[in-house]
């Protein structure tokens, strides 16, 4: 038996209650000779506790401040678990993200891991101890502060520290089953992918699957790190989620469409009456990237050849549209546009599947599916492996059921639908 | 203008107002000219939350674990300060106690100081920040691990860093507005001490004075770092404790007596019917030593000629009572004795001055004032500078009363007795 990383998000640790659970679950880890290292989330609400204090005393909180307050959190459920393990007879240590060697930059609120050195770490195992780190956090490799990974960052602590320490898997305990085909309080018939390639959980993760976040999926994929998650409450196996196929006792369907993601977190602006001319739009775009902001489709229309003006269209995180927008503004007279537009009730539905590369016509049956269902669609970017329309938000619900049901994806349907016909 | 710590503990940062308000109090001291290093505790009640959550995991929380877990709650305090002094327009920096360079050795909870490095600190005050320490914690020499330094140890760690960076003064801001001749609650006219010795200052505190604890007044005295206890609510001047007597600008009378204290927090525990042979109270405390139980006052009887047998009487905390009492139980059969008493309902009242030692009849005009007031003693204890008796508990108040009345010491009276007599 090997050693294995698992993690609990705030949720599974939110009171005495759920350390207990989650302490007992890591002792059976260990009881099964695994060698076990902890990831663990703050409890419940406590971040946003803390935030809230911040923002009492400081209405824009500095960042390495910030940071220091935030990981209190972690420190805490950390500590707590550990002992709660004590309690059952089993020796236990935490680490902070310092101490177990999570080395980053020192961009402050959403550090990058540059290198993990998790000499502690490995002492603690070697002595027979369970290790509990905190998740989220590190320090930097410059200044020595306490740096905090941004969203998802205990996730990626946890593949980190799996690849570090070469890890046999990356258990990743949440309060879901698994990856489901699409989002189960949308779509009841969704199913639990029992594995997933990492290529195609990354884009359901860009596409608005909250389960894992595009960065550790990434970090494992590099890595060659094998994620399992699953739920810390109900103890059944969930989704594999790694580079190759496994063999042997994980049940691997041979689907061509992994699932169908969803967004609503983003909106859409448009920049109207840009001047048809080269370097227009890289000037908006290297205004847009100064502002630190994080676009995701662009559609330029076609320029009518009359005014030899032209639209740009593009999605972005609606957090992020107000600063967007002032970013624009700022530098209105330098490029030269008419106006912009900004539409916040715009939603975007995905299908992901590494099957498409080589079954011609997903787009079309896609595309079928949705105008079936009443859908409009206002822009379409694909990828290899993924299709993404943005349509009304109203519509959302409705056209994510309609494709999950076209490729042949609900639980009582039959299985995947066999392509044979013209290119998509 | 030179360097000052200033301490602030739990009850000053209590909640954001607090912050806030404590924040501007060291934005005065920066723009007076000084740098500024200030030790903070966790806010209000945050460390008794801890606790209590530890013991909904665990019964008995691990050491090194409960460390880890409480030093969250000077995490929270010390990032947020230094958000709401930035918010003023100041630079300002927090610490962990490890990040200030607070080493100790490796006992949990009540770790002991064995070294202070701020080299980090001076940098940050070299480029003109204030800095924020946090109390109460370091980090062990030995392990690298996270320690907490037990009771009064903000006060402690204040005075380290002072020592360590040459402080001009270490400022410890409380709820009170200093020192006073006897608790202000029970004497009415107890009056505040403008300043006070260290040696006496060290007695008050052993005797039960709770403004400064005896291990910070003993850290200062070895270092020779002023004190000055002030109230963080009005900004008045308070009490100077330092080894010589200030001149100039602070008023200092020249009392006999420094004050009265009083302690109700201990218990008195008799050994009955111990053969009175040599080796027998060595064997006693032995037995309690080894339990690592501290006791004060300690009492032998005079041994009954006839059966050989004695009592010793000894006081305690009464948290360490029932250690004491199952420490001695498991020693019965090789020791000796007959029985034990144990009686909590205890008092202790002591009289402190350096005066005594030049001024004979003190312990005299000590007892009558007592007798006159109708309280019995139990036990005497003395040493050069103090005198201390256990009374009944009830009886406390009246006594510590009756006694700062008899020494002159109410704020309505003439200057201090004086003394001719005979020695006391």
Excluded at 34 to 54: F, K, R, Y
Aim: contains cysteine; hydrophobic residues 40%.
């Amino acid at each position: 038996m090997g050693l294995v990383v698992q993690k609990y998000g705030g949720s599974s640790v939110a009171d005495a209650e759920g350390i207990k659970r989650v302490a007992k679950r890591i002792v059976d880890a260990k009881k099964n000779g695994h060698q076990v290292v902890v990831v663990v989330s703050a409890m419940g609400d406590t971040t946003d506790e803390l935030i809230d204090l911040a923002e009492q005393v400081s209405p824009m909180p500095a960042g390495r401040e910030f940071d220091m307050l935030l990981t209190a959190g972690e420190r805490i459920s950390m500590a707590l678990l550990a002992m709660a393990i004590k309690n059952l007879g089993h020796e236990a240590q935490s680490f902070t993200g310092s101490q177990a060697g999570v080395i980053t930059d020192s961009v402050h609120n959403k550090a990058r891991i540059i290198d993990v050195t998790p000499g502690r770490i490995r002492t603690a195992l070697d002595e027979g101890n369970i290790a509990i780190v905190a998740g989220f956090q590190g320090v930097s490799a410059d200044s020595k502060d306490i740096t905090t990974l941004g969203r998802g960052g205990s996730d990626t602590t946890a593949v980190a520290l799996a690849a570090a320490l070469d890890a046999e898997v990356c258990e990743i305990y949440t309060d879901v089953d698994g990856v489901f085909t699409a989002d189960p309080r949308v779509v009841k018939k969704a199913r639990k992918i029992d594995w997933i390639s990492s290529e195609d959980m990354l884009e359901l993760a860009a596409s608005g699957s909250k389960v894992l976040l595009h960065r550790c999926v990434e970090y494992a994929r590099r890595y060659n790190i094998p994620i399992h998650v699953r739920s810390s409450f109900s103890g059944l196996p969930g989704t594999w989620v790694s580079n190759e196929k496994p063999n042997g006792d994980v049940q691997v369907e041979h689907a061509i469409i992994s699932g169908v993601a969803h967004d609503v977190s983003e909106a859409k602006i448009t920049v109207v009456g840009v001047p048809d001319k080269p370097g227009e739009a890289a000037a908006i775009f290297r205004a847009i990237a100064d502002a630190e902001i994080n676009i995701d489709m662009i559609v330029q229309n076609v320029s009518a050849a009359a005014t030899a003006l032209t639209d740009i269209s593009f999605t972005l995180p609606k957090t992020e549209g107000h600063k967007a927008i002032e970013a624009l503004e700022r530098t209105k007279g330098s490029i030269g546009f008419d106006s912009l537009r900004y539409d916040d009730q715009i939603g975007k539905i995905s299908l992901v599947g590494a099957g498409m590369k080589t079954n011609p016509g997903v787009t079309a049956d896609f595309f079928k599916a949705l105008s079936d269902a009443g859908v409009n669609i206002e822009l379409i970017s694909t990828s290899e492996i993924r299709i993404s329309v943005v349509t009304r938000q109203d519509d959302v619900n409705e056209a994510v059921r309609a494709v999950h049901t076209a490729f042949g994806l609900d639980s009582d349907s039959d299985e995947a639908v066999v392509y044979g016909g013209t290119g998509r």
